[in-house]
Nanobody
Framework: QMQLVESGGGLVQAGGSLRLSCAAS????????MGWFRQAPGKEREFVTA????????NYADSVQGRFTISRENANNTVNLQMNRLKPEDTAPYYC??????????????????WGQGTQVTVSS
C-alpha cells in the first residue's frame, strides 16, 4: 500500500509560477511511474504529465507542453511539477498518481494504482 501527499498549491496571478510536490510513502517493492492529473469543476479528470521511473521519459498534455516540467527524486520518493506561465484555465485541483512499472509515463488515469488527495491551484486573471 502506498500513500501520496501533494503540496505546493495556492493562488497565483496569470503568468506566474507554482511548484507542486508529491511525496510517496509505503512499501514500494518495485519501480513506479508518477503522474499528475487535474479535474476542473464540471469536467472530466485530465492528464497533465507523467514521468517514468528512470526519469528520462516524460509525457505532457498539449495544453501544458512548454510551460510545465515534471521531475523526480527517487532517493526522496518525490515527484515535482514546476508550472510556469500559468493561465486561468489551469485552475483545478491537481492530483498526484502512482502506477507500478518502470518504463512508460502512462497517460491513462485507469493505469494508476494510487492517488493523492489533491492540492488546489487557482490562477486569477
Amino acid at each position: 500500500q502506498m500513500q501520496l501527499v501533494e503540496s505546493g498549491g495556492g493562488l497565483v496571478q496569470a503568468g506566474g509560477s507554482l511548484r507542486l510536490s508529491c511525496a510517496a510513502s509505503g512499501r514500494a517493492d518495485r519501480p513506479y511511474t508518477m503522474g499528475w492529473f487535474r479535474q476542473a469543476p464540471g469536467k472530466e479528470r485530465e492528464f497533465v504529465t507523467a514521468i517514468n521511473w528512470y526519469g528520462y521519459r516524460t509525457n505532457y498534455a498539449d495544453s501544458v507542453q512548454g510551460r510545465f516540467t515534471i521531475s523526480r527524486e527517487n532517493a526522496n520518493n518525490t515527484v515535482n511539477l514546476q508550472m510556469n506561465r500559468l493561465k486561468p484555465e489551469d485552475t483545478a485541483p491537481y492530483y498526484c498518481a502512482l502506477a507500478w512499472g518502470d518504463n512508460y509515463p502512462y497517460t491513462n488515469s485507469g493505469t494508476y494504482n494510487y492517488w493523492g488527495q489533491g492540492t488546489q491551484v487557482t490562477v486569477s486573471s
